[in-house]
Structure formats: C-alpha cells, structure tokens
C-alpha cells in the first residue's frame, strides 16, 4: 500500500492553483527567455531597452502578473514543504503569516520596481 504524501488537501483550491501557476510560469519563463536570449541578444539588453519594454502594456502587466503568479507558487510551495515536514500548531501558523508578510513586500517592492522602469508614477 503506498501511503499518500502531500500537505495539500485532497480536492483542495491550493493544490489546483500550485498546478495552473506552474504551467502559466513555464510558458511565460519561455517567453522571457526567447525575448531576451534569442530576440534581444545579451549585449543589447540595457536599462533603457528594458524601460522601453515595460512602458508597453502588454509587458508590463505580463511581468506584473508573472511576479504575482511567481510570489505565489515559490511561497505556497515553501509552506507545503514546510508542513510536510511536520510543522503543526503555533509554528504553523507563525510561519504562515512570516510568508505572507514576505510576499506582500516583495510585491510591493517588484510593483514599485516595475513602476519606476515604466515611468509609471502613483503618487
């Protein structure tokens, strides 16, 4: 008999999303790495080009949702771990809320980053 070996609830939303964020991030990694390696070639990648790109729509909320999906699949994947692990109680849900505050900066951050290279200014 093979014992089951996941932290994720059976039928769970969290399980399906880990899934759907793999793939949109693997189609988007692809993306990125043709547009960069392939289209614009290491020597020709400079901050202007990379400003010229996300002041166009299209990549900047392409990057922006690619740094969501991102944040979300590293860090719903480093708490499943963590519980497989055998983190229960007080710690649990210590090192839930730690993960959560960190992704909140590091979206800030990366929404105010990606801000500044499309010359967006909110306030």
């Known amino acids: 008999m093979s014992e089951r070996y996941s932290s994720f609830e ?3 939303r969290r399980w399906l999303w880990q899934r759907i964020t793999a ?3 693997v189609v988007v ?6 547009l960069l390696h392939f289209v ?3 020597a020709e990648v400079t901050f202007a080009a990379s ?5 166009t729509w299209t990549y900047y909320s392409l990057m922006v949702l690619f740094l969501l999906t991102a944040t ?3 860090v719903n994947g480093v708490y499943n771990a963590l519980i497989n692990q055998g ?3 007080r710690r649990r849900q210590a090192v839930k809320w730690t993960l959560i505050a960190a992704s909140a900066v590091l979206i800030v951050q990366g929404v105010r980053t990606a801000n500044e290279w499309a010359g967006i200014s909110l306030i």
């Open 29 to 34: 990694l692809a993306f990125h790495f043709f």
């Open 51 to 55: 400003s010229a790109r996300m002041s």
């Open 72 to 74: 979300f699949h590293g």
């Open 87 to 89: 983190l229960s109680g």
């Open 40 to 42: 614009n070639h290491a």
């Open 23 to 25: 793939a949109f991030l």
């Open 10 to 12: 059976r039928g769970g």
